[in-house]
């Protein structure tokens, strides 16, 4: 079947270290996203990518990284600059940047030590 | 910029009673807009959508219309179950724009 699988689904991390969580998609889309989710605040976009080797820094891309180096993987490093790093993190995919519907990821619940 | 604005909750709703969620959005262009739908430690699902004005989505017995005049997308369902519990979120994606705007999200909890 295909889909979003995120990586892994609950993560630990002591304070000053970076973790990556992991995205995958086998949709063959080209658009990726990140967003970060804190109760009673909806979905905050951190990072999107439209194609492979290509992205852009979203409404809170402090403290975090991404690479897209393959058209199905988008990996979101959280870095010790992140001051309150504990969250819900959902990826997405679509099929392209224009406006289409977005698949989600079953998130990863990040908390801190 | 876009922006959406969801009725704020939580609602709470007896088994068969009706739904309305409010969604209102502002934006520059003419975008497709969208319910998803998320249960508690999943991700978020796609319910129906819009693509233009006077369109309308459904999916499970909820519907949605793309009203232009009034910049709204409102999402009914004339029967609720325990099952629809959930928290819904309204959102808006323009054309090439890259990234949708999503709307806070609205929890709807139904008693049996």
């Known amino acids: 079947d295909g889909g979003i699988t995120q990586s892994p689904k609950y993560l630990f991390r002591k304070e000053g270290q970076n973790v990556t969580l992991s995205c995958e998609q086998n949709?063959?889309?080209?658009?990726m996203y990140w967003y970060r989710q804190d109760p009673g605040q909806g979905l905050r976009l951190i990072y999107y990518s439209q194609i492979v080797n290509d992205f852009q820094k979203g409404d809170i891309a402090e403290g975090y990284s991404v690479s897209r180096e393959k058209k199905e993987s988008f990996p979101l490093t959280v870095t010790s600059a992140q001051k309150n790093p504990t969250a819900f993190y959902l990826c997405a995919s679509s099929i392209d940047a224009s406006n289409q519907p977005q698949h989600f990821g079953d998130g990863t619940r990040l908390s801190i030590l | 910029g876009n922006s959406v604005t969801q009725m704020e909750g939580p609602v709470t709703l007896s088994e068969e009673a009706f739904l309305t969620i409010n969604c209102t959005y502002t934006a520059t262009g003419y975008p497709s807009l969208f319910w998803y739908v998320q249960y508690p430690g999943e991700g978020l699902q796609l319910l129906l959508k819009?693509?233009?004005?006077?369109d309308k989505g459904s999916n499970k017995g909820f519907e949605a219309t793309y009203r232009k005049e009034t910049t709204s997308f409102h999402l009914e369902k004339g029967s609720v179950q325990v099952s629809d519990s959930a928290v819904y979120f309204c959102?808006?994606?323009?054309?090439?724009?890259?990234?949708?705007?999503f709307g806070d999200g609205t929890t709807l909890t139904v008693k049996p």
């Open positions: 949709l063959n889309h080209d658009a």
């Open positions: 959102a808006l994606t323009e054309t090439n724009a890259g990234k949708s705007t």
């Open positions: 819009a693509t233009k004005a006077d």
